[in-house]
């Protein structure tokens, strides 16, 4: 039973490109959680989503990032016009329907030059 | 707003004695609580949980305690081994699914 699968594990952008992060969910889950830990900090929460459904957004910025969890496939955040400031380690959890833990995967490093 | 504290950044111990992290939280609707471990370049993994019904959970080596009155909660790791050595997270839970997570204490385990 494979874990919580996340890609790329390193991702480099320079500003203003688009970052795009994928995350494949353990089999069974149908929630998911991004969440961004910036150096020398602990993990924030960013989103919620269930399959085709945004639950909780509020960690996430007003502009430039959205996410989506498909019917069909991975869960995908996307950071448009990326600057310095979104460099991070973004890493995504699951969980079945109902439950106390989230598994997480080994996360995205992502490096804005 | 940081409804989860952990307000020491790092820990240092001797290998075979006994490990306190200390977190604290402000909200009174957290009804599960939760320890993760993160090596360096992973993931965090689950560690131990305590609900907020109980005041005490312990498996093995690891023991959670958690104070309501005093919107606390602590993880002592007991005797304490080099590979004890990783950041750890506590977590908070309610509505469900939502969760919040404090800083993370770097806990180093001396040989």
């Known amino acids: 039973n494979a874990g919580v699968m996340q890609n790329p594990r390193h991702l480099v952008r320079r500003r203003g490109q688009e970052a795009r992060l994928r995350c494949s969910p353990m089999k069974g889950h149908s929630h998911v959680y991004w969440y961004r830990q910036l150096p020398e900090e602990g993990l924030k929460f960013m989103v919620y989503?269930?399959?085709?459904?945004?639950?909780?957004e509020s960690g996430m910025p007003k502009e430039r990032f959205s996410a989506e969890f498909p019917k069909e496939g991975p869960s995908i955040l996307r950071i448009q016009q990326v600057v310095r400031g979104d460099s991070a380690a973004y890493f995504c959890a699951s969980s079945p329907v109902v439950a106390y833990e989230q598994y997480f995967g080994p996360g995205t490093r992502l490096t804005v030059t | 707003d940081q409804q989860v504290k952990q307000n020491s950044p790092s820990l240092s111990v001797q290998e075979g004695r006994i490990s306190i992290l200390n977190c604290d939280y402000t909200n009174s609707m957290f009804d599960y609580f939760l320890w993760y471990k993160k090596y360096p370049a992973e993931g965090p993994t689950f560690l131990i949980s305590?609900?907020?019904?109980?005041d005490k959970n312990e498996d093995g080596r690891f023991t959670v305690f958690l104070n309501k009155s005093a919107k606390h909660l602590s993880l002592h790791i007991v005797p304490s081994q080099p590979g004890d050595s990783a950041v750890y997270f506590c977590a908070a839970r309610y509505n469900n699914n939502d969760m919040r997570f404090g800083a993370g204490t770097r806990l180093t385990v001396k040989p």
């Open positions: 989503l269930q399959k085709e459904n945004i639950i909780d």
């Open positions: 305590i609900s907020s019904i109980k």
